[in-house]
């Protein structure tokens, strides 16, 4: 069952039901591309934005109460998720969002239309003082804010802080060190889990530093910049109203030329979302080396046994979450590419790439922000060492001779390591013989706690 629409195309039929009407369904008839929608985060942050819109137009007296007032409660409803099934615009449509500002417009009107008991227009009522080229931006900014104080960074602050829990117990405990994947000088446990909760502390700091910038909305700029159309205090209201809501600190762009021309803010997250993804898989793959054997590998530590391993050889236990978390960092790698190249798509008065954007911006917040929950739930919760194996290891290791290289030469401790190496022995038991160093001198040289 379908019923007749209209635009300013003229006349298509809509399906029996829906809430969106003819700008929405010709996007759903031109972009069959990918069968991805834009974001829950992103479909939020526009129902916010045409909520404070309409509180703004309200405000200002370009919107009758009452009109006014049922859009602003139909966005509510929209931006809480109650009807994200009415938003089928595919992610790559019209390179400005369009597509998917109008589906809001539509089904907002639509909502707001029923609860009046008279017309409301999607275009001159629910876009009032707005075009899609301030909306899109302002959405994009506006969601990936939202996530990164709601699930982000909540989720690396609580990575961070077990890692460090987790460490204070192991700050008596010593292994070697490696670089180039050989064995080096040691350290502890402690040290070495300490490089992994700095990394993710630092990549907090980053994603913070960009906030500023991502605060900063283009509401208000209209078309191109000018704000034609739209009343001159319009962006700041919006603005005000977008910060009581979300308790976040927004404000007009300075320059709402460059909002619209160019998403350099974004590209900014992007890039501070890949150096995220490539810590989580830095920390990822020391922790497969390290879980690696049970027999034949490192075997420094054991991961939380999550299923079976292998379909063919029965025990066999993989580490699961760290490769999980891998794939998805070396997927943010890919978006930020994505995000780069559509970044520089900004042609003149408007970015023409905005959808991808959002979607691949707001998917990289999401994959980091799962990854360091899994992380920290089902791998450094119940994360074991094994302190034996390390202990055998750093016995053994003949880079310890480095300690030595101020008394007899780097040389000379070349000679003792090799020698160390080939006979399978320990670096003290060589150099008992092969220097005139007192054993007890060698003993705290040697001591591979008195070396980290």
């Not at 109460?65 to 409803?77: P, R, T």
């Not at 350099?264 to 979302?273: H, I, K, P, V, W």
């Not at 810590?279 to 020391?286: G, R």
């Amino acid at each position: 069952m379908t019923r007749i629409e209209k635009d300013s195309l003229g006349e298509i039929e809509v399906p029996e039901g829906v809430l969106f009407g003819a700008q929405t369904q010709r996007a759903v008839q031109n972009f069959p591309i990918s069968g991805m929608v834009m974001p829950r985060a992103f479909i939020r942050a526009l129902g916010l934005v045409k909520y404070a819109a309409a509180q703004a137009n309200g405000e200002l007296g370009t919107l009758p109460d009452a009109i006014s007032e049922a859009i602003a409660d139909a966005a509510l409803e929209v931006a809480k998720g109650e009807f994200d099934s009415q938003f089928p615009v595919d992610v790559f449509q019209t390179g400005s969002g369009t597509s998917s500002n109008m589906n809001a417009n539509e089904v907002i009107a639509h909502l707001a239309s029923e609860a009046l008991g008279t017309p409301v227009h999607p275009n001159d009522h629910v876009n009032r003082g707005q075009s899609s080229n301030d909306v899109i931006p302002t959405c994009i900014h506006l969601s990936a804010s939202i996530e990164l104080h709601e699930a982000l960074l909540p989720a690396l602050r609580s990575l961070a802080t077990l890692i460090d829990t987790k460490r204070e117990g192991f700050k008596q405990v010593v292994k070697t060190g490696r670089t180039h994947l050989m064995d080096a000088m040691p350290l502890t446990v402690a040290q070495e889990w300490g490089a992994w909760a700095e990394q993710i502390r630092l990549s907090i700091e980053r994603l913070e530093s960009t906030l500023p910038r991502l605060h900063t909305l283009a509401q208000g700029g209209t078309a191109v910049g000018t704000g034609i159309n739209t009343h001159p205090e319009f962006g700041a209201r919006v603005a005000a109203v977008l910060s009581a809501v979300t308790g976040l600190h927004l404000t007009p762009k300075s320059d709402y030329f460059e909002a619209l021309s160019c998403q350099d803010t974004a590209l900014e997250l992007s890039g501070q979302l890949k150096t995220t993804a490539a810590s989580l898989m830095k920390i990822s793959n020391d922790l497969r080396w390290m879980n690696s054997g049970p027999l034949a590998g490192l075997g420094e530590l054991t991961l939380p046994a999550l299923q079976p391993g292998s379909s063919i050889m029965p025990g066999k236990v993989n580490p699961v979450i760290p490769e999980a978390v891998a794939m998805a960092a070396a997927q943010v790698m890919g978006n930020d590419t994505t995000i780069t190249i559509a970044a520089q798509s900004g042609n003149f008065q408007l970015n023409v790439m905005l959808p991808v954007i959002a979607h691949n911006l707001l998917q990289s917040i999401y994959l980091l922000t799962t990854s360091a929950q899994q992380l920290t739930n089902k791998v450094f919760t119940d994360i074991t060492l094994n302190e034996p194996a390390l202990a055998q290891a750093l016995a053994r290791n003949p880079v310890l001779v480095t300690a030595l290289n101020d008394l007899i030469g780097y040389e000379k401790s070349a000679e003792i390591a090799k020698r160390a190496y080939k006979d399978g022995r320990a670096i003290y038991d060589v150099a008992v013989e092969m220097t005139d160093i007192s054993p007890h001198d060698l003993r705290e040289r040697l001591d591979p706690k008195n070396l980290t």
